[in-house]
Every structure is written in structure tokens, then in C-alpha cells.
């Protein structure tokens, strides 16, 4: 399991910055300035003002009615829309960038949506928690039930997320999938960057989160 494993663009903040999350934070640094954005699954809209802030050119996709409600009371470019049904709609080579933060393990489908992205976006930024979290190991281990955290507040019975993975398995699936990484971060519990030297069991270990920048993988002549 081999990527190029990079820390986030000089500047970056790894604590909430004018009540930007973390991660969110890191996320608009992979974006160039002037670049055309799809976020999928935007929520209330938070990600897209900081891109759009950062001079970038924005628009959302969110399931719920009242997300969407609260990104067009914004003046946010926001539809409603579902990713595993609604992406298919969208031409090739739409967007710079398509972002899907926090919202790969409430898709039904995955490997399509992920698929989706990066034939939607020439590149696609994703961010998820990592179920591989040492806490969650060891609710698992020590309570014997269904973790919960402050990512994953949510009980097993009333949580949208439906396909938990780790980093290790979402590394896997990139590879099955012909992917090509182009930067990948392993935050900690605080938003921290975990050290690049540090190996994938390591981040799987005790990355609380990772944030993956990927592209289209060279077809092979």
C-alpha cells in the first residue's frame, strides 16, 4: 500500500479558525483559487462559504430540504439532490474539483458515488471518519456495543451512516478502482495532522478522520 502522503498546504490551521471546522479548513487549501466546486452533501453550507471566501466558484448539492433552505438563505448556489441517485445526471469533466465531506458513509452506493466524483470533477477531495479509530476499537472491545463519538454522535439505531470504513479500507477501494492519491491527511481528535512518516496502520490506528485528494488514475496503453 504505497501513496504520496503530504501534509496540508503552508498556512493551513489545524484548530477552528473563525468557527471554520478543521477540517473544512484543510479541505479549501486542496482547492485552487478561481477553481469550479460541486460540494456534495453540503449541509448548511459552512464548506462552501470558505471556498467561496477563498475566491472559488461554488455550488452544493444537499439532501434535506432544510439544509438547503439554510444555504439559500445564505446566497449559496445550493439544489437538493441525492448523491447515490442524482450524480448521474451530470455531464463529464463538469468541475475542477467535487468535494464529499463527511458524507461517503451515508451513501448507499459508495464505490459508484466515489466513481461519480472523479468523472464529474477532474479531481475529487473526500473526507470521512475513521471507524479504524483506536475510541472506537475499544468501545467495541471494552462496552461490546456500537461506538459513538463526537463525529459519530448518532446510536447504531438512529444514525444516518450506513457503510462505516476505516482509512486502510478506503486506500483498498481507491486501489481497486484505479484511483491515483494525490495528497492524503490523517487528522487527529483536535483536527491535528498526524505525522507524515508515519505508516497506514498508524494512521489507521489513530487518525480520527482522513481527507483525501485524488484524480483519475493514467489508463495504461
Not at 56 to 79: H, M, P, Q, T, Y
Not at 157 to 182: A, S
Request: charged letters at 25%.
Amino acid at each position: 500500500m504505497s501513496v504520496q502522503q503530504t501534509l496540508p498546504l503552508p498556512g493551513i490551521t489545524p484548530h477552528r479558525t473563525e468557527n471554520y471546522r478543521s477540517d473544512h479548513l484543510l479541505v479549501a487549501e486542496m482547492v485552487d483559487r478561481g477553481s469550479k466546486v460541486l460540494d456534495v452533501g453540503c449541509g448548511d453550507g459552512d464548506l462552501l462559504q470558505l471556498l467561496e471566501r477563498r475566491g472559488i466558484d461554488g455550488r452544493g448539492i444537499e439532501l434535506s430540504r432544510e439544509g438547503v433552505n439554510r444555504c439559500v438563505a445564505k446566497g449559496l448556489a445550493v439544489v437538493q439532490g441525492d448523491a447515490d441517485t442524482d450524480l448521474v445526471n451530470y455531464p463529464d469533466d463538469a468541475f475542477d474539483y467535487v468535494i464529499l465531506s463527511q458524507t461517503l458513509q451515508a451513501t448507499r452506493q459508495p464505490k459508484v458515488v466515489l466513481e461519480n466524483l472523479l468523472r464529474i470533477g477532474r479531481r475529487a477531495i473526500v473526507s470521512f471518519p475513521n471507524f479504524g479509530y483506536w475510541k472506537m476499537r475499544l468501545q467495541l472491545l471494552v462496552g461490546g456495543h456500537m461506538p459513538r463519538t463526537e463525529s459519530l454522535p448518532a446510536t447504531w439505531y438512529d444514525t444516518p451512516n450506513i457503510h462505516f470504513c476505516t482509512i486502510k479500507d478506503f486506500v483498498q477501494l481507491c486501489g481497486e478502482i484505479n484511483v491515483k492519491m494525490e495528497r492524503a491527511v490523517a487528522l487527529d481528535l483536535y483536527g491535528r495532522p498526524l505525522r507524515l512518516s508515519m505508516p497506514w496502520w498508524f494512521w489507521n490506528m489513530f487518525g480520527e478522520q482522513g481527507v483525501f485528494l485524488l484524480s483519475r488514475a493514467e489508463k495504461a496503453k
